[in-house]
């Protein structure tokens, strides 16, 4: 009898719920793999926006002590600074936003 039976069933069961259990440990290794991406994405932009303040502070100092040479570098370095905070908060509160957005759904 080549039919179905309740072993072939078992068996087709048991091989199907393997196989769906290892597609679902698939899943979530490529999000937490996708999440390392993005958390670190968004750190590496941080990091550049304090060098970026870290620079612009150092060169201020620079010109308080009469090293620096030229006022339009620092007031360049001191914009570029304070242009990419402000794109970091603007990037913080969309970011927020749509966190918030997420909470209220309901599932």
């Known amino acids: ?10 068996t087709i069961l048991k ?14 290794l490529e ?13 590496s932009a941080i990091e550049k926006v304090n060098a970026l303040q870290v620079d612009a502070d150092k060169k201020a100092e620079d010109l ?4 620096a ?3 339009h570098e620092v007031m360049i370095a001191a914009e570029k600074a304070d242009i990419a905070f402000k ?3 603007q990037v913080r509160n969309k ?6 957005e997420i909470m209220k759904m309901q599932v």
Not at 1 to 9: H, R
Not at 31 to 43: D, G, H, R, V
Not at 64 to 67: D, I, N, P, T
Not at 95 to 100: S, T
Request: cysteine-free; charged content about 20%.
């Open 69 to 71: 040479k030229s006022i």
């Open 31 to 43: 999000s937490s793999k996708e999440e390392n991406s993005f958390s670190a994405t968004l750190k």
């Open 1 to 10: 009898m080549d039919g179905l039976t309740v072993s072939n069933l078992n």
């Open 87 to 89: 794109l970091m908060v």
């Open 95 to 100: 970011l927020l936003d749509a966190y918030q």
């Open 15 to 28: 091989n199907g719920t393997e196989s769906l259990q290892k597609n679902n440990n698939n899943d979530l």
């Open 64 to 67: 308080a002590v009469g090293k």
